[in-house]
């Protein structure tokens, strides 16, 4: 017996509805993942990957089956127990990066920090440390449109770690990036789950699954394969 | 998330699409001037009204003799019988009755040395000063005993000692009016334009059998007549009822019959003054009117934006809901956009409301009467606008899922 899970899913299904269409995105995943954790989600287009990020990060709920997170029931939170879960034990990290365009890099990091109010922080302060720690200590007051591809990634990783989430959850975070600036970014991911950090990541490239411990592979909506790498 | 840091993005916001700002909140701008210059006019026309009814004196009933208008055809004054001294006499004794005034006027030539002067007479008592409230600002009015021997004594207005004595004191000097001479023993207070456009301070005051018995004449068959009575009601008294009582009273001198019409009028000063001001008041409700469709106008244009941008900004809420924020941050977002917009809005049109309501105040002829009160409420009304309109589209973007916003296109 390992520690406990920190995110499990038992029976988790999702079934899109269109008109009388009915999408099967998920058709019964049972997953336990453990506290440190790096996990890579793989698979081929529409398997499902982005469905499951959705549901671990509490932005969805699913057809049946029940998500847990630290052992929390998903199910049976309220809007806004799930809005502060989302602030203080998730981040996330997107394809398209998601930054407010017309705040410059510092006020983005400290936009998650708006919402919290278990605890008195020094918001700014805060943010310049995610900032530096990603190394973009020089850019603090840029705006996405003066940042690259891969800055902007960076930028969004200290948004994720503002709030000293436990987990990050990654789709696709070097889909928009090339293979060099993907490397960076990975790099960066790896340091963060090295210092604790539950990591999940969605990708196609193989060469940035490396960088995980743990490799699952989905196809339409079953995890076809579960991969340890000893390390 | 704190107010003051939503209220700080809002105005970020704002100035981050400054036109289409302006012109959401033109309708807000045009209803909250409206409100502020109707609500001034209001006042300025009331305080104006309230002052010319305390000029006419408040609780003063006037008597004419005279039918009311009848059937389009006005009976003239003339044909009826004038009052009298006695009546005077009479009315004094009544209960209600805490002053009355007799009076005879008429157009007089009055000359001062080498200049002439075409005036009004009005031949009165010493009761008249109490009731118009008076007084004089030279010299003195006439005594009881000069009223009662008719002496050859008058008081005169601002306008006479202008035109009759180039600014002089004309105390002590003697003028003739209409070939009579009398001497000036007072300068009265000056008065002003009354409602009606003429000058009330142009008028010579003289006792009122001086009046009667020395230059204007006697009526043919009522010696001892008087043309006006104006009777102030006692402290006490209601005045409708006073004005009710004094009809009675004088159907019963005059001998009028039971179902006779009256010969004789009694006019309520305030009522007279307040029927002329309705067509102010008409124009007050018209406004308030204007001002309430604008504020809807405008509370619906300020809607719709915001529904606008909710739409836009669908992706952005989904981002904030992924980072934490709840439905109630999301909606105080929006919330403090509706009334950032509507409180610019607000502020502007109370500068403009102030334009307006001075404009107003120069052309109705009144002091401008902005008070705090009428600028809170105008801004009050602004903010009210705001949440009002701006909740259902805040409500709206508060109560989407998070996933469904976040992958919005
Ligand atoms: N909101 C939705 N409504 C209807 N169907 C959906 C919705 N989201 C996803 N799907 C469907 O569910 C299935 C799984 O989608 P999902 O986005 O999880 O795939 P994915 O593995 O992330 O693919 P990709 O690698 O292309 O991102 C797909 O068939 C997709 O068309
Ligand atoms: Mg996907």
Redesign the pocket.
């Given at each position: 017996m390992g520690p406990a899970p920190i995110i499990e899913a038992r029976q988790v299904t999702k079934v899109?509805t269109?008109g009388d269409q009915k999408?099967h995105?998920l058709r019964g995943i049972d997953l336990e993942i453990a506290p440190g954790e790096f996990t890579a989600i793989m698979?081929p287009?529409?398997?499902?990957?982005?469905?499951l990020m959705n549901l671990i990060g509490a932005l969805d709920q699913p057809t049946s089956g029940d998500m847990l997170i630290e052992g929390h029931s998903l199910s049976t939170m309220r809007p806004d127990d799930l809005a502060d879960l989302r602030n203080r034990t998730l981040g996330f990290v997107f394809q398209q990066f998601n930054l407010l365009p017309r705040a410059n890099a510092l006020q983005n990091v400290k936009l998650p920090l708006r919402y919290a109010r278990h605890e008195h922080i020094d918001a700014d302060a805060r943010a310049r440390e995610c900032l530096e720690l990603v190394g973009l200590g020089e850019r603090m007051d840029h705006r996405p449109a003066q940042l690259s591809g891969g800055q902007q990634q960076r930028v969004a990783i200290a948004r994720a770690l503002a709030g000293k989430p436990h987990i990050i959850l990654a789709d696709?975070p070097t889909g928009a990036l090339d293979t060099k600036t993907s490397a960076d970014i990975m790099e960066l991911l790896v340091t963060l789950n090295a210092s604790g950090i539950t990591i999940i990541l969605?990708t196609?490239e193989p060469e940035v699954a490396e960088f995980a411990q743990r490799q699952i592979h989905?196809r339409d909506g079953l995890i076809e394969s579960d991969e340890r790498r000893a390390s | 998330m704190k107010f003051s840091v939503a209220i700080a993005s809002a105005i970020e916001a704002l100035f981050a699409n400054l036109l289409r700002s302006f012109l959401t909140m033109l309708g807000i701008i045009i209803g909250v001037a409206s409100v502020m210059t109707m609500m001034a006019m209001g006042e300025g026309a009331k305080a104006r009204i309230d002052e010319q009814i305390s000029a006419l004196g408040a609780s003063t009933l006037t008597l004419r003799p005279g039918a009311m208008r009848r059937g389009g055809r006005s009976m003239g004054a003339g044909a009826a019988t004038p009052f009298t001294e006695a009546d005077l006499d009479a009315l004094a004794a009544l209960p209600y009755a805490g002053a009355v005034s007799g009076q005879l006027s008429s157009s007089v030539t009055a000359v001062s040395g080498q200049t002439n002067w075409s005036t009004s007479l009005t031949g009165t008592d010493d009761a008249y000063f109490e009731i118009h409230d008076w007084h004089p600002v030279e010299g003195r009015i006439f005594t009881p005993r000069e009223v009662r021997t008719g002496a050859a004594v008058a008081v005169v207005g601002k306008s006479i000692v202008e035109n009759l004595f180039d600014g002089t004191d004309p105390v002590g000097q003697r003028i003739r009016v209409n070939n009579v001479p009398v001497s000036v023993i007072g300068v009265l207070e000056e008065k002003g334009q009354s409602s009606f456009g003429s000058d009330r301070d142009d008028v010579i005051i003289i006792p009122l059998r001086t009046a009667r018995n020395r230059i204007i004449g006697a009526h043919r068959t009522t010696p001892k007549n008087v043309s006006r009575i104006e009777v102030m009601v006692a402290d006490g008294y209601d005045l409708k009822e006073a004005q009710n009582e004094l009809v009675e009273y004088m159907r019963d001198r005059r001998h009028i019959k039971a179902g006779g019409d009256d010969d004789f009028m009694v006019f309520n000063i305030a009522d007279f003054v307040r029927a002329r001001s309705a067509t102010q008041a008409t124009m007050g409700v018209l406004l308030a009117f204007m001002a309430a469709v604008a504020l809807f106008v405008g509370g619906v244009g300020v809607m719709n934006i915001m529904l606008v941008s909710v739409t836009e900004r669908t992706r952005e809420i989904g981002l904030r809901m992924a980072l934490g924020a709840r439905g109630s941050d999301i909606m105080v977002q929006f919330l403090a956009e509706a009334l950032v917009l509507c409180g610019t809005g607000g502020l502007i049109g109370v500068t403009l409301g102030f334009a307006g309501s001075w404009i107003a105040a120069k052309t109705g002829g009144w002091e401008m009467a902005i008070s705090p009160q009428i600028t809170l409420i105008s801004l009050g009304a602004a903010v009210a606008v705001g949440l009002f309109f701006g909740y259902f589209p805040a409500r709206r973007a508060a109560r989407l899922n998070p996933i469904d916003a976040l992958?919005y296109e």
């Open positions: 899109y269109m999408v995105a698979g287009s529409g398997s499902g990957k982005s469905t696709e969605v196609h989905f | 992958r």
